[in-house]
């Protein structure tokens, strides 16, 4: 029996919560979280709430129910050197050491690592730490993306054509995130239809879980401000309608030599999650960024299909032997949609603002899963943040079947509440199927 330490509390977390328990050889969860995640502390033995920061508080919860091992959830405690502080406590983790979550806290890391090593995938870019030559730069390119050297949550990605659409704006923007980061990064931008692959990492091999495509924007039909995801869909075939087997097998290639480049870059081998966001172009599978833990909500569509005891999947991790354990999905498919407050995402003047910090109740849900994120569980019921608040999942043989548990069980759900209704459906797919064909010039 091993006592698993968890770090985080979004429905992410909950998510990995649930597949720690599914394990045969009955683990004891202990999660330290934040804020009062009600689906995480239902499934734990212990929880202690506090801040990511405070390492002593992790180390005191850890040393008293003699951890075995770590998951880390979320990106900030990566980025605060919690995997370090662990290992220095003989604490094994599911996740990287601080140098090596660079792959997702640092933009620039991750882009000159894969020039550095000629590894296929990188758009045209540069990267600035002042204004100088971004004019110039700029006027190469037919399309502008631009992003701050640092974590923004999924919302500090600019692109002309959506966030602006001037060579004047795009400096513009440059200059804001030069005043609060050391560097910009600027991509050209792609034209083609993004997924998400997360790959299961022990340093030497790397193992994909079903692609994912998510949902950035707020709005139906891709409207809107970006987010941290709205949603997302997976296939009962392991593709995604608009791509093929090779797209992925692709994306796999370009992850597994971006693993073997961190090795050879730090003599470190990378332990977690590799999580890397692609889009399939007219030229092929191109990279736009890597995380390095589970996607939120991509872990939804994925943990709740493993077939193979996750307990061994993350000692395998550790123990550097993945090569040696055959990873199997269940052949379903998945839709995620976020319940958020009415008020996400709209300007603070507007009158559904005031949606958020409201009650909400939740009914009969049928047979689709709930993971809770940013919600407060108090004597008197269920609370929403201003941030995302359930992520419910239709699991089902087909997208059509799976899409309609989803949507069921969102009207369940009562109060101030919003979500995308067109996230997994048959028309929304369409125009992913069509776009891409468009972009590859094949008839009809």
């Known amino acids: 029996m091993s006592n698993v330490l968890l770090i985080g509390n979004?429905?992410?977390?909950?998510?990995?919560?649930?597949?720690?328990?599914r394990s045969r050889h009955e683990p004891r969860l202990f999660s330290y979280m934040k804020s009062n995640n009600p689906g995480i502390a239902s499934l734990s033995e212990k929880v202690v709430i506090g801040d990511y920061s405070n390492f002593e508080n992790i180390k005191k919860f850890a040393k008293e129910w003699n951890i075995d091992f770590a998951i880390i959830g979320p990106e900030d405690p990566l980025d605060n050197g919690v995997v370090d502080f662990l290992q220095e406590l003989n604490i094994p983790c599911v996740g990287p050491t601080k140098s090596l979550a660079r792959l997702e806290t640092s933009k620039s890391f991750t882009r000159d690592l894969v020039k550095k090593y000629n590894i296929p995938g990188n758009p045209k870019f540069e990267?600035?730490?002042?204004?100088?030559?971004?004019?110039?730069?700029?006027?190469?390119?037919?399309?502008?993306?631009?992003?701050?050297?640092?974590?923004?949550?999924?919302?500090?990605?600019?692109?002309?054509?959506?966030?602006?659409?001037?060579?004047?704006?795009?400096?513009?923007?440059?200059?804001?995130?030069?005043?609060?980061?050391?560097?910009?990064?600027?991509?050209?931008?792609?034209?083609?239809?993004?997924?998400?692959?997360?790959?299961?990492?022990?340093g030497k091999t790397v193992v994909a879980t079903p692609p994912v495509q998510d949902h950035k924007r707020r709005f139906v039909d891709d409207k809107g401000p970006n987010t941290g995801g709205m949603g997302s869909y997976s296939s009962e075939d392991h593709s995604l309608p608009f791509m093929s087997l090779d797209d992925v097998a692709e994306g796999l290639a370009i992850t597994q030599k971006v693993a073997e480049a961190i090795f050879k870059e730090t003599g470190e081998y990378y332990k977690g999650v590799m999580y890397g966001g692609f889009i399939i172009t007219k030229n092929g599978v191109k990279l736009l960024e890597y995380n390095a833990r589970f996607g939120d909500p991509e872990a939804m569509n994925t943990l709740p299909l493993l077939k193979t005891d996750f307990i061994d999947i993350c000692n395998a991790i550790i123990e550097g032997t993945l090569g040696n354990i055959p990873i199997e999905f269940e052949k379903k498919a998945t839709v995620c949609k976020y319940i958020v407050p009415k008020g996400y995402g709209l300007p603070e003047d507007h009158p559904d603002a005031k949606s958020t910090s409201s009650k909400i109740e939740v009914g009969d849900v049928g047979t689709a899963k709930l993971y809770y994120a940013s919600v407060d569980k108090r004597e008197d019921g269920l609370y929403m943040s201003t941030s995302r608040a359930i992520g419910v999942v239709g699991i089902a043989d087909n997208l059509d079947a799976a899409e309609q548990i989803a949507e069921k069980a969102i009207s369940a759900i009562k109060g101030p509440v919003a979500h995308r209704p067109d996230i997994g459906t048959g028309k929304l797919i369409e125009k992913r199927i069509r776009h891409m064909k468009e972009i590859k010039g094949v008839e009809g």
Do not use: N, W
């Not at 979004?10 to 328990?21: D, K, M, P, V």
């Not at 060579?167 to 998400?196: N, Q, T």
């Open 10 to 21: 979004g429905a992410r977390e909950h998510a990995i919560a649930e597949a720690i328990l």
């Open 127 to 202: 990267t600035f730490s002042s204004m100088e030559g971004i004019s110039d730069f700029l006027d190469g390119l037919e399309g502008i993306v631009i992003k701050p050297d640092g974590l923004t949550g999924g919302k500090g990605v600019r692109v002309q054509g959506d966030h602006f659409q001037t060579k004047e704006e795009a400096l513009e923007y440059c200059r804001e995130i030069l005043a609060e980061h050391p560097l910009v990064i600027i991509d050209e931008k792609l034209e083609g239809e993004e997924f998400s692959l997360q790959c299961l990492c022990d």
